[in-house]
């Protein structure tokens, strides 16, 4: 064995992580590095380029707070721990308050089994022709970077939609429930400015991992401040079909865009 090969084994031993949450953090601290790599790269013509993606005319570029660590600010938005890349900034901007109305509504569940569980996972809203509603057709295309992936056809098939279990009642599409505070905020309050002038009776359909509605003791409390009782609750893990459903704006978009927030603060004050 030459001494080359030897100095190379030696050294890949060194650097081989000794178990596995060893490697987890150097992992974590590579992508760390890389996204401020990428956050520092950034030069005027990338932010130019961001211009038509804010509603003000000059997007600035992002001011880096001294006095607290990984903290920027780009215009209204500021961001913690890392910085997005210039063309994945999410945009603030006033969406309406309107909710649409669908008959015979298929609402493709969380899961398929066409569907890599690990790396892909679905959840949709499409008409009674069985299309899929734009705003999913837009998240979708915007989100297909991350993993998992969203995953959802722009047209389901009518042997899909016969074989979703049905709803025979009116149902208020909420989103993903989450078990996490701030994704539960954001996420799965996101078209909830249409509770109050919601029939009381309706179900509130969401997104999940399991049919049945455990909600953490944060979600009970703020669903009860809703006066939502849990028994309305209803969660899509497959396929479903209703015979109506609301589809209230959503205000917010991970990642993407959000209302400034009104709606938010009109359910706090109510």
Known sequence: MSVSTKKAQMTDRDTTP???RQAQRRKQRLLRHQALAAGRSLNPLEWEELSHGFRSPKPEP????????RKWTVGELTYFHRLPKAAHLPVVESI???AEPISSAFVSGQRHPTLPPKTHYSGAVYRDDRKIVSEFLEYDSLTGHRV???DNPQEVEMLRVKQAARIDRTCIYMGPLSRHFGHFLLESLQRAWYLMQADPTSLLLFHGHSEQVNLTSFARIIFS???VDPARIRIAVNDVQVSRLILPASQFWQGIKASPGSYGRKLVTV
């Open 225 to 227: 401040a809703l006066d």
């Open 96 to 98: 309406p308050l309107t």
């Open 18 to 20: 000794k178990n596995p």
């Open 148 to 150: 998992p992936r969203r």
């Open 62 to 69: 992002p001011i880096k707070d001294q006095s607290i660590p």
